[in-house]
Each structure stands twice: as structure tokens, then as C-alpha cells.
């Protein structure tokens, strides 16, 4: 066990590696000159040797293997750089950030979880084919409405049609509520499809027919055995679904103006303040990496199959096919 | 019988009244069940027999009320101890489910929860009806394990399904079905996904537990053997209704039905003789099986004559000379297969020193159960896979570690047959793409000349030349593997390697099918290499058998003598295994007695 | 324990398991021992094929004309009827043709000019006149709708064609070039996956500048890395089916095999995940724009419309709600496409 450990670790820090060189490829190594940017673009009042001494301060000067290097090393030393656009350091950004935004992320993941996934068992489970039908017709709506159209749609119906909850800011729980909603959509909507096309092929195992024969209820055939194999299945999809709450922050905070991670994201990518974007990925992916550790250690767990030492944990859980996000809904719907 | 005793004072065990079952799909309703009727008496073991689509699983399926979404039951009754269930409301139903009714499934692998501990599935019977508490359910379920035969019940009980073979599986699924003591044990073709020996077993113990508990069987078969040998009454299903029921001897010795007849003509184990016995001269027409027309048969005329036959047979005097250099040989063939470090590392030996010769004209079968290597052996043969050591010769050539164009002439002269002709085919493809493809590739002909050839080797395995344009997706399962022979034909090979060639197919396509192959032998003097893991059949067709236990040949020779007289004692239990010769025996002096009789 | 389970998976039996597991499809009925001998719901679904291979014994006239009909008609009927059961599909089809005219025609369907506002009119509301209302400059919505079709569906294009040339050359290298390329590149596909999409465009975005053809850029290269996955795992799925190795078992080359055998039979779950892309694809270009980092204010793009009337959702409801309605609908639309694409090719596996 402390083997697998060890080389899930290792793994996981392999792969921040990599997420480290892939955001620096991206953002330095892109054509486009990061220092006009910095400086504010075509502003002519800027001589060469201006651009230059912000070139030296921020190491461009060098070339692009001698930059990585040395960004690398700063890193893992716990040195993201400095702001651009405000000169603070990134680490101190993104740490002043990400309260706010665990917040809404919390609650929307919650309420994803609760509604996406109750209306996949309800759907499956039901006997009424119509209303079952009804609920399966969901969750490719709900992928296909844009989220900030849905948070503004939200603030017409609830802050100024009915006003039961604020529109802007980020004081009190009912704050919370609009926010979590809308970023709770194309996250309920994802869990739903994994759900209900994992759900669809746990019913046709004939174990199903197994627990049916021999007499058990709906409740205990539906949970006990439907679910508990379902799920697991879903469970690797846990990484994408708070990687999509992440993206859906950039949004969402945007929509309600509200301070955190997403809102910072949006502000720098509009400044261009590469720094800070690069802090925010490599965040992100330091999230999703640790999400990613904790199922596969939970996942030998519930699933008995699983053995503790197997290499499949190295890959990236994610769908290969398309109708593993597709098939949510029946055929013939 | 005890049944038969009380019948007339209290209503039968389960009485099947006109059912009809039909399934809505897009294409508008099938019917899959149409007016059966039957009735099983209490410690009464009924079988009901038929192919794929005869509608036996889904009159099961009725009984115990688990059919599918889409189907519907239409008319007839099902009743349990007089009691009507398809008009009983759902929670008497789930009442009976378990404790009056016990099911086991077709397919042991798949049937269980994979995450649940497999005494804790027996124990749920119990919890769902209320019979034990949780601490007395987990000893009774213990307690029922061993009784299904599984040996170290307390162990296993512990254990996930996957930790277990497949036979332990199908015993577990034994004690889910038998722990309330139910009256009634419907078991959906319990034994099929099973080697033949553990099948063996399992039918054994399942007979043991019901006649000591006078629990009525209500056992769905596709093997006609395993229905004789078990069943006190056999209904015979075709096409969703019932063409024949009646006690095994009556079945079995004096068919009325020209379904049973031909169903019985076609069921290997039944045949006593070998298809080598029944073959025609060459020039002669092939023998169309008039009783069972292949599907093939409604889109033109039926197997073709010698007169589209432009191959001329090479094979009649090739045969004779037993000096002939053999067309495929294998000497002291080895592979081992690294195991995955979750399997414990290391490496296993799945073909261990194995040798034998495939003469001109000559088939050699290769028998054995799962794991016996068999499947291995056929890979390495066509060098789909290359042997750890040993060689692999080619008309006394060895190619065992050809390469590029000597690789690619070797396996010109061997082609291969796959098991499942769904899958061996390019879906997409025309067949007369599949067919010419091999010509293509080696470049021979023109298109004009490929498209003829086509046609002759459709005419060849007794397909019409109108399934040219047809796709795979269009074809039966029994009109692909022939578009598999013929595409395995079109370079003329000297040997074929057929790689249980028939073991997807319905009994009575594969009657045909076999008949086919050994037609084709007289004809085009081609060899096989026959890999089966059924006897009855390897008696049919075979002239040398090998036969393999892990990777190892326990005993080969010519199959007269194998088959007849094993000296190994795996090859003996083998043969006894096969199900069928109980009743054989018995139907043999049935009809003798009938013969004598006017 | 017996040696059923040391065995490992996929290796020396493989060949008699895969025998029977060879198609798990439960459309096979055939396969004894392992699948329904009935018909099960999904087999009962290809009436066709389950009948013919029954023996049939007593066969009539009539059975056999009505197979000729259907051997005509099922290839016709492909086209023909299914629409007629499927009429989500079609709808969504008809939107995607009017999007298309749309985006390469738009004064077809709005002849007037997007930027071109008459202040008396501003901020009315859905009229004969005006079908979507005006905006604060007096600008017809409708037709900045319209015009604003090309910016964002092309843009759209443009991304999905960079990510399915770009991923379908990484799954196909990946899934042909042996294991060690295929570890390397599988790997570096999951740190691709490891960065939240969106976040991923948004770097390029501020790495390259803003405007649609960045944008594009941007969200292209975050759906190479699904894509290069799906197209790897057909690549993988054909290439180990029987019939590929059935193929070389009569001499076929493997160049051969790759463009006869392979790449037509992978391609279609591709494409359907390019369809799904490109719903995928129009949220996430209007997303960008919404946060203004597409084309500068004076164009329509769809995003960007959606932000403009947020100043004005207490008194101009119109302005944020159609232009999102008309996102959702189009993005509705290509995921049915996709669903309804990979049903077809999902009928083949």
C-alpha cells in the first residue's frame, strides 16, 4: 500500500510537471510579444530601453530553456512571480482568492450532486416512461444553456422580477444562492449524463435480474445494487467535475461580480498579466491532480476489483468515447 | 411420481397456459411467444428446448417475471400453485420472487454482484424475506453454500465474485436460488457459458439438491443432449411456440415433429456418425439438409454442384499418399506469457511442448476445455503470434521466423477462421469486398476477374451470387461464416485453421456449417486445423484429434481411437461429460423396440 | 484457487475469451452460453437479422417477398423514414442550415446593417418590426443576431477543424506508433486534461490577444486532447478487432490496413465527438466573448451581445435573452447531432 503511495505520488507530481511546462509553452513560448503586453501594447510613449529593462526584471531577456529553468526552479521554491499588473506576489493573489470561491464552488458542487444525480437514479428508476423521458431530455438542455446567460437569466427572475436574492456581491449566505445555482448547472448537467449513461449499463447486467429474482424491492435493488456499481464508474469523473467548477467560476464571478479565483482570471487575462494566469493553471492543476489521488485511493476501496498495485490509476480518468457523455439519454429519445 | 400421485386433487406446481409474449420495438411488435403452454409438476424436472429466437428464454423470463422493459406478456396465464402471477400485484409477486421461485441465470460471469461478498448475496434472500436476522442469515447462507458443493463455504463466503471460477459462480448463484427452499428452480440455460466438464458437475449437483428437496426444474436448454439426460418431460420450442413435448424417450426416439427430427439430425452429440460417413463422392451434390434449410437457402438455390465448381479436386489422390510432406506441422511448440505484476508477475506456460502434423486433405482437431491453450495454438500456427520456442513448418518449410514476402506466402498457404463471425468481418465492408479483399492484396487479377472469382467462391459455400453486394450487418450468423470461409478460400490455401468455427452458431446452422467444411474438404483436398472444445463435434468432422489440458497434450491419435478408447484419464472424463449419452443410449433401444414393434 | 482466475487478462487464453467476449454487443444473441438465446430487447430491435437466422422451415411466399422489400428498403429506409420517428433530429438539423445561411449569407435573413442604430427607436421591445427588439443605440437585435452568426459559428469552425486535425493525428499516431510513443503522448494528452478547459483557452487567449481568430485558436487547442483520446481508443479498438487480424492472416500490409481497415471504422465515433465539439465550441467562444476578450465592442458576436444587455435586465429583458436563447438552441442542436451520429456508428460496435 505505501508502494502504491509512493508511486501515486510520484505519479501526481510527474504530471504537475508537466501542467508546470505546458503553461509555460503556452504562455511564454507562444508567439506574441509578452513584454509589449506587459507594458501596455502599442503605447509608443515606451522606448526601446524601457523594453528592455522590463525584459531584464522579468528574466526575457534570456533565452526561452534558460527562462524555464529558472521559472522552474522558482516554483519549487514556492515562487509564482509577481503580478504584472498590481507588482504583488501571485502566491498572495490566489491565496486572498480562493476562499470565496471554494465557497460557491462548495455549494454548487453540492447542489450538482444532489440534482444531477438524483434525477439520473430518479429517471432510471422510475416506472413512468414518460417521466422518465422528461428527466432524461434535462440534462442535454442543461449542457447546452450558457452559463452566463443562465446566471443573468437567474438575476432577472430572482433579484428583480421577484427580489428574493441579491444580484451582485458576496455578503451573507443568500448571496450565495444565485451564484451556486448557475455554476451548479453545467456541473448537474455533466454528473447527470456520466450517471445516467453508467446507470443505463448497470441495468442491463444481469446481475440486476439476480437481485430482482430473489425478490428485493425497488429501493434496495435500485441503491443497493444499481447505484453502488454506477457510481464508480461516475467516481473517476471526479477531477473533470471540479475542473469544470473552476472554469464555470471564471463566469460565474464575473456574472455576479463577485471576488475569487475566477474573477482574478478574468482580470488578468484581460490585463494580459501572464504571471498570474500562469499561477492560476498551475493551481488548477494541483487541484485537479490532488482530487485525482484522493479517488484512486478511495476507488480500490469500493470497488473489490481493484487491485491496490494496478497501473491503470496513471491514466487520466476521462471518457473515450463520446457516448459516455452522449448516452444519457435513451436512443430513442 | 409423487407428482403425477396428487395431481388430480391439487393444481399442478407451475402451469404455463397460452402465453404470449411479444416485444414492441421501432419496427413494429415480434413475437417472440406465441401459445405456449406447459405445466411442471413438484420434484419434476421439465427442459424446454430450442435455437436462439425460439422464444425458450423469454417464456422463463415470464415465469419469474424479469422480461425486458420491451416486452410485453400479451395473453395466457402463469400459474404458480394454482395462483395466476401476471395479474398478481407487484409486492405478492416480490414475495413469491426468491422464496417460492428460485432462478439461475445463463451466465455465472455476470450474474453476481461484482462488489458485494458473495455469502452476503445468499444472505440477502434471506434478509429480503424476512427469514433470519442478520447474524442467522450469514451462518444459513454459509450453510447453503455448502450445500451447492463449494468447497471451504465459510472462505468463499467472504469472497468477491471475482475471486472465484466461473463453476464456484455458478454455484453460488445455486445457493442464491435454492437457500429459501423454493418449490420451484426455473434455470435459464445454467451450464452453457461452462466448460463442458464443470458442466458436468453443476447439472450433477442441481439434480442431487432438487430431487432430495422434490423442487420442480423448469430448465431452459439450447443442448437437446442436456435435456435428455436431465429432464423427466422435453418441450421443444421453434420460433416462438411449442412443436413437441413429450417424456426424453418419446422425444428422442420417435420425433413427430419434423422440427425435432431435424433439430435431432443436427445435434452433435446425438449423431452417432461421423459426416466423413455421409459424404458424397466428389461431383455429387453436396447434402442439403432437406429438413433444416439454412437461411441462405431463401435467396437462391441451395448448395452449389459440381457443375459451378471450377477448382478441380486436387484432393482424392493427394489423400491416399500418407507419405505426402504434412501441409502444417508444429514441433515442440512453446509459449509463455508474461503475467501483469498484478497477477502476481512471473510467467505461464500456455502451450508447453506441444507437436502434431495436418496431412493433405486430413483434419486434426484440437480439443480442450478453457485455458486449455488451444485458441494459442491457432494464433501461433498462422504466426499471429510468435512461439517463446519450437517451429512451425509450412509444407516442410520452416517459417517459424519468416518474415515479410516468405511470411506473407506462408500464410497464403494456411487462412484462418474465426469464431465469431460477427467480428471477423469489416462491418462496413460488401461481401463481395470481404471476399476478393485477400486477392487484392496479393495483387492477383483484375477487378473484373476478382468479381468473377468472387462469385465462384460465393457459389463455393453455397451462398447466392445476389449477397455480393450485401454488407456483413445484412447476414445471418451462419451466412457470414460462410463469407468467412469463402474470403478464408479465395487464395486457395492448402490448410485452413478453423478456430471453433461453430461455437457461435445454432445447432442447426452448425450442422450445416460442418457440413460445408467437410463438403469442401472432398472437393478442394484442403486441411484443417479444427480448434473445439466439443467432442461431439471433433467425432464428426476430425480425422486426427489433440487432446489439451493447460498447454499440454495429454493424448493424440486418430479420433476412432481416442474417442473410443482413451488412454488418458482427462480424455475419459471429457467423454463422459458430453451430455447426451445417457439418453442416446436409452432412445437407441427405444426406437429398436419401435422398430420391432409392428 | 483454480486456474481460471491466475490467468492474466488478455494474455494466453485471451484468445478462447475473447472467443466468447469477442462482440459484447447484447445485439448478438448468437454467441451460446454468453448472450439471450431470445431476443432481447435490443436484439428484437434488428427483427431483420434475428429472423434470418432462424431456420426456417416453413417458409412462405409472403416472408420472402417481404424480405426483398426490406433488403430494398432498409438502405433507403436509413434515410428516408428514420427522420420521420426522430423529429428532434430534424429540427436540429433545419437550425444548423438556417445558422449556416446565417453565418455565410446573413442578408438573406437580415438585411439590414448590424451596426446601424436609429436612436428613436432604442430599447423597444419584440415587435413586427423589430423581432428581437432594439438595443440602446436604436440597433435592430435580430439582424446583429444574424450578422453576429458568422463571427461566432465560424469561429467555431475554425476550432473544431484545429482539434480534430490536431487530436485525430496524435490519437492515430498514439494508437499505431507502439507503446513507448503512445505512453509519451497519452501522457502529455493527460496534463492537457489536468488544466480545466476553459482555463486552458483563456491562457492561449492571453498569451496570443484577443479577437476571434485567437479565440478560436484558443478553444481549438483545449478539445485536441479529447479528441486525440477518442480517436486512440477506436484506433485501438479496431486495430485489435478480429477482422484486422484477419486481414494480415492473408497477407495485408499494414499501411493498407491502417487506411482500408482502420481509419474508416475509427473515424465515426470521431466525428461525432466533433459534432459535440462543436456545440462545445460555440459556448466556449461566446463565453470568451461574453468576457470580452473577442472582437472589440461594434461587432456582434454572440457572447458579446449577451453582455451588453446586462446593464439593461431590468428593463430590457430581450437584449440578454434571445441572443442566449439562440446559443443554446445551436449548441442544443449540434450535441443532438452528435448523439444522433453516434448512435449510428455506435450500431456497428
Not at chain 2, 428464454?57 to 410485453?72: D, E, I, M, R
Not at chain 2, 486433405?361 to 520456442?389: C, F, I, N, Y
Not at chain 2, 481416442?562 to 458430453?578: D, I, S
Not at chain 3, 477482422?243 to 473515424?267: C, I, K, Q
Request: charged share 15%; no cysteine; hydrophobic share 50%.
Amino acid at each position: 500500500m505505501t508502494r502504491y503511495l509512493a508511486v501515486r505520488v510520484a505519479q501526481a507530481l510527474g504530471v504537475l510537471w508537466a501542467a508546470y511546462t505546458v503553461s509555460f509553452l503556452v504562455l511564454f513560448a507562444l508567439p506574441g510579444d509578452p513584454v509589449s503586453a506587459l507594458v501596455g501594447g502599442d503605447s509608443s510613449d515606451v522606448t526601446p530601453e524601457q523594453l528592455d529593462a522590463v525584459r531584464a526584471e522579468y528574466g526575457f531577456d534570456r533565452p526561452l530553456p534558460a527562462q524555464y529553468v529558472h521559472r522552474l526552479g522558482q516554483v519549487l521554491t514556492g515562487d509564482l512571480g509577481r503580478s504584472v499588473a498590481t507588482g504583488r506576489p501571485v502566491t498572495e493573489l490566489l491565496g486572498e482568492a480562493v476562499g470565496p470561491t471554494v465557497q460557491i464552488a462548495a455549494a454548487g458542487l453540492l447542489v450538482a450532486l444532489v440534482v444531477g444525480g438524483g434525477l439520473a437514479v430518479g429517471a432510471h428508476a422510475t416506472r413512468h416512461r414518460v417521466l422518465a423521458g422528461l428527466l432524461l431530455a434535462l440534462p442535454p438542455l442543461g449542457v447546452a444553456v450558457p452559463s452566463f446567460w443562465f446566471g443573468l437569466a437567474l438575476v432577472q427572475l430572482f433579484s428583480f422580477t421577484f427580489p428574493l436574492f441579491p444580484a451582485v456581491g458576496q455578503k451573507g449566505p443568500a448571496s450565495l444562492v444565485l451564484p451556486a445555482l448557475t455554476l451548479a448547472l453545467p456541473t448537474g448537467a455533466v454528473v447527470a449524463q456520466v450517471l445516467s449513461a453508467s446507470l443505463r449499463r448497470t441495468l442491463r447486467e444481469p446481475f440486476v435480474d439476480t437481485a430482482w429474482a430473489k425478490g428485493a424491492g425497488p429501493t434496495r435493488v435500485h441503491l443497493g445494487h444499481v447505484l453502488r456499481n454506477a457510481a464508480l464508474p461516475a467516481l473517476t469523473m471526479t477531477g473533470l467535475v471540479v475542473g469544470g467548477l473552476l472554469s464555470g467560476a471564471v463566469v460565474t464571478e464575473t456574472v455576479f461580480s463577485r471576488a475569487g479565483l475566477g474573477r482574478l482570471t478574468a482580470t488578468s487575462v484581460g490585463a494580459q498579466d501572464l504571471p498570474v494566469v500562469q499561477g492560476i493553471v498551475l493551481l488548477a492543476a494541483v487541484v485537479f491532480v490532488a482530487v485525482n489521488l484522493v479517488v484512486d485511493l478511495v476507488h480500490p476501496v469500493l470497488d473489490p476489483r481493484l487491485p491496490t498495485t494496478a497501473r491503470r490509476a496513471a491514466r487520466v480518468p476521462a471518457p473515450d468515447r463520446p457516448a459516455e457523455l452522449l448516452s444519457a439519454a435513451p436512443a430513442g429519445a | 411420481m409423487s407428482g403425477q400421485a396428487s395431481a388430480p386433487v391439487s393444481p399442478p406446481l407451475l402451469r404455463v397456459v397460452d402465453l404470449a409474449v411479444e416485444y414492441r420495438t421501432r419496427r413494429g411488435p415480434v413475437h417472440a411467444v406465441r401459445g405456449v403452454s406447459l405445466t411442471v409438476e413438484a420434484g419434476q424436472t421439465v427442459a424446454l428446448v430450442g435455437e436462439s429466437g425460439s422464444g425458450k428464454s423469454t417464456t422463463a423470463h415470464a415465469v419469474v417475471g424479469l422480461l425486458a422493459p420491451a416486452a410485453h406478456v400479451t395473453a395466457g396465464r402463469v400459474e404458480l400453485d394454482g395462483r395466476d402471477l401476471l395479474t398478481a400485484p407487484r409486492r405478492e409477486l416480490r414475495a413469491l420472487r426468491g422464496l417460492r421461485v428460485g432462478f439461475v441465470p445463463q451466465d455465472p460471469t455476470v450474474s453476481l454482484n461484482p462488489v458485494v461478498r458473495v455469502g452476503e448475496q445468499v444472505a440477502e434472500v434471506l434478509r429480503v424475506h424476512g427469514l433470519a436476522d442478520r447474524r442467522t442469515a450469514r451462518v444459513e447462507a454459509v450453510e447453503a453454500l455448502r450445500r451447492a458443493g463449494l468447497p471451504d463455504p465459510e472462505v468463499r463466503a467472504q469472497q468477491y465474485p471475482h475471486e472465484l471460477s466461473g463453476g464456484m459462480r455458478q454455484r453460488v448463484l445455486i445457493a442464491i436460488a435454492m437457500v429459501a427452499g423454493p418449490g420451484l428452480l426455473v434455470a435459464d440455460e445454467p451450464t452453457s457459458a461452462l466448460d463442458v466438464t464443470v458442466q458436468r458437475q453443476i447439472l450433477d449437483h442441481l439434480e442431487h439438491v432438487t430431487t432430495e428437496t422434490g423442487t420442480g426444474v423448469l430448465l431452459v436448454t439450447h443442448d437437446l443432449g442436456v435435456a435428455a439426460d436431465r429432464a423427466q418431460q422435453i418441450v421443444v420450442m421453434s420460433q416462438g411456440v411449442v412443436v413437441e413435448a413429450g417424456t426424453p424417450d418419446e422425444v428422442l426416439g420417435r420425433p413427430r415433429h419434423p422440427y425435432t427430427q431435424a433439430l435431432l439430425a443436427a445435434a452433435p452429440s446425438l449423431r452417432t456418425s461421423r459426416a466423413h460417413a455421409l459424404r458424397p463422392a466428389p461431383g455429387e451434390a453436396a447434402p442439403a439438409d432437406a429438413r433444416l434449410a439454412d437461411a441462405s437457402s431463401a435467396d437462391g438455390p441451395p448448395v452449389g454442384s459440381s457443375r459451378t465448381d471450377a477448382r478441380p479436386a486436387r484432393a482424392a489422390s493427394d489423400t491416399a499418399t500418407s507419405a505426402s510432406v504434412p501441409v502444417l506441422e508444429v514441433r515442440d511448440l512453446v509459449k509463455d506469457f508474461a503475467l501483469s505484476r498484478a497477477a502476481g508477475g512471473g510467467t505461464l506456460r500456455a502451450v508447453d511442448g506441444l507437436g502434431f502434423r495436418v496431412l493433405p486433405g486430413q483434419t486434426v482437431a484440437l480439443v480442450g476445455e478453457s485455458g486449455s491453450g488451444k485458441s494459442t495454438t491457432a494464433r501461433l500456427a498462422v504466426r499471429l503470434a510468435d512461439p517463446t520456442s519450437g517451429q512451425v513448418l509450412v509444407d516442410g518449410a520452416d517459417v517459424t521466423r519468416a518474415r515479410g514476402r516468405a511470411l506473407r506466402e506462408a500464410r497464403r498457404r494456411v487462412q484462418v477462421v474465426y469464431q465469431n463471425p460477427y467480428a471477423s468481418l469489416n462491418p462496413g465492408w460488401s461481401v463481395e469486398q470481404l471476399v476478393t479483399d485477400p486477392l487484392r492484396v496479393a495483387r492477383e487479377g483484375t477487378r473484373r476477374t476478382r468479381r468473377d472469382r468472387a462469385a465462384e467462391l460465393l457459389d463455393l459455400v453455397a451462398l447466392p451470387a445476389s449477397a455480393l453486394g450485401r454488407r456483413a450487418a445484412e447476414l445471418s450468423g451462419g451466412q457470414r461464416q460462410r463469407v468467412a470461409i469463402a474470403r478464408a478460400l479465395a487464395l486457395e490455401p492448402a490448410a485452413m485453421v478453423l478456430d471453433e468455427p461453430v461455437s457461435a452458431l445454432d445447432v442447426s446452422v452448425q450442422a450445416q456449417v460442418l457440413d460445408l467444411l467437410t463438403d469442401l474438404q472432398t472437393r478442394l483436398g484442403v486441411s484443417y486445423l479444427f480448434i473445439s472444445h466439443d467432442l461431439a463435434v471433433v467425432r464428426q468432422v476430425a480425422h486426427d484429434v489433440v487432446v489439451m489440458r493447460r498447454g499440454v497434450a495429454v493424448e493424440q491419435g486418430p479420433v476412432e481411437r481416442v474417442l473410443t478408447a482413451p488412454e488418458h484419464p482427462y480424455t475419459a472424463e471429457l467423454l463422459g461429460a458430453v451430455p447426451g449419452r445417457r439418453a442416446l443410449a436409452a432412445a437407441a433401444a427405444a426406437s429398436a423396440s419401435v422398430g420391432s414393434a409392428p | 484457487m483454480t486456474w481460471t482466475q491466475t490467468r492474466p487478462p488478455g494474455a494466453p487464453v485471451a484468445a478462447d475469451a475473447t472467443a466468447a467476449a469477442a462482440d459484447p454487443s447484447p445485439a448478438d444473441p448468437r454467441v451460446p452460453g454468453l448472450a439471450a438465446s431470445d431476443p432481447t430487447a435490443s436484439g428484437a430491435a434488428v427483427p431483420g437479422q434475428s429472423a434470418s437466422d432462424r431456420t426456417e422451415s416453413t417458409q412462405t411466399a409472403a416472408t420472402r417477398a417481404r424480405r426483398a422489400l426490406r433488403a430494398l428498403v432498409v438502405p433507403l429506409g436509413a434515410a428516408s423514414l428514420a427522420p420521420l420517428r426522430r423529429p428532434g433530429l430534424v429540427l436540429a438539423v433545419l437550425w444548423l442550415v438556417v445558422l449556416a445561411v446565417a453565418a455565410f449569407a446573413p442578408a438573406v435573413l437580415a438585411p439590414g446593417d448590424p451596426l446601424d442604430g436609429v436612436p428613436a427607436e432604442k430599447l423597444t421591445g419584440p415587435s413586427g418590426a423589430h423581432w428581437f427588439g432594439t438595443d440602446q443605440l436604436g440597433r435592430d437585435l435580430f439582424t446583429r443576431v444574424v450578422h453576429g452568426t458568422g463571427l461566432t459559428l465560424r469561429g467555431a469552425v475554425v476550432a473544431v477543424a484545429l482539434a480534430l486535425v490536431l487530436g485525430s493525428l496524435l490519437g492515430l499516431v498514439a494508437g499505431t506508433a507502439g507503446r513507448v510513443v503512445d505512453d509519451v503522448l497519452m501522457r502529455g494528452v493527460d496534463v492537457l486534461l489536468a488544466i480545466p478547459s476553459l482555463l486552458l483557452s483563456l491562457s492561449v487567449v492571453a498569451a496570443l490577444g484577443f479577437g476571434t481568430v485567437n479565440v478560436a485558436i484558443a478553444v481549438g487547442l483545449a478539445s485536441v486532447a479529447s479528441i486525440a483520446r477518442v480517436m486512440r481508443s477506436e484506433v485501438l479498438r479496431v486495430r485489435g478487432s478480429a477482422y484486422v487480424e484477419a486481414a494480415y492472416s492473408y497477407g495485408a500490409r499494414p499501411a493498407g490496413v491502417l487506411l482500408r481497415h482502420v481509419l474508416p471504422n475509427a473515424s465515426g465515433p470521431v466525428v461525432a465527438l466533433a459534432a459535440l465539439e462543436l456545440g462545445g465550441a460555440v459556448l466556449a467562444i461566446s463565453a470568451l466573448s461574453f468576457l470580452g476578450f473577442g472582437e472589440p465592442p461594434p461587432a456582434p458576436e454572440w457572447g458579446a451581445l449577451v453582455a451588453g444587455g446586462r446593464d439593461y435586465l431590468r428593463t430590457a429583458w430581450w437584449l440578454t435573452t434571445l441572443p442566449g436563447l439562440t446559443i443554446a438552441l445551436s449548441v442544443l442542436s449540434a450535441n443532438t447531432l452528435s448523439r444522433a451520429l453516434d448512435a449510428r456508428f455506435g450500431a456497428h460496435r
